[in-house]
């Protein structure tokens, strides 16, 4: 069995950033790949970030890409995700998922954009942008 616990959501005003980690136990985290995604309320989930097991490849959605930054340290078994210029748009439960499937390299970033392509997840953390 796998355990995600994120940290570092709150509450943020426009324009400003938090870093969101993800802790795991239970299995050999740095042969997996990670995910984070995202769900505001009345919406459906929403791909974020992924990087693969050796944090060569990452990945983002296109709402996401120039502001947010996915980064993992394998020896903390920990994924993070740093996220600059928010917008309320960003408001949501941010989070992190983990690909129990073994490659030597990635699966690429459709793989990845997947909610099904990941077996665990964790319970999540809010986010709030103000304006």
């Known amino acids: 069995q796998v355990q995600l616990v994120e940290s570092g959501g709150g509450l943020v005003q426009a324009g400003g950033s938090l870093r969101l980690s993800c802790a795991a136990s239970?299995?050999?985290?740095?042969?997996?790949?990670m995910g984070w995604f995202r769900q505001a309320p009345g919406k459906e989930r929403e791909f974020v970030s992924a990087?693969?097991?050796?944090?060569?490849?990452?990945y983002y959605g296109d709402s996401v890409k120039g502001r947010f930054t996915i980064s993992r340290d394998n020896a903390k078994n920990s994924v993070y995700l740093e996220m600059n210029s928010l917008k309320s748009e960003d408001t949501a439960v941010y989070s992190c998922?983990?690909?129990?499937?073994?490659?030597?390299?990635?699966?690429?970033?459709?793989?990845?954009?997947?909610?099904?392509?990941?077996?665990?997840w964790g319970q999540g953390t809010q986010v709030t942008v103000s304006s």
């Open positions: 990087i693969n097991w050796a944090g060569g490849y990452t």
């Open positions: 998922a983990l690909d129990q499937s073994l490659v030597p390299y990635s699966r690429g970033s459709t793989y990845y954009m997947k909610v099904s392509s990941y077996n665990y």
């Open positions: 239970g299995r050999t985290f740095s042969t997996y790949a």
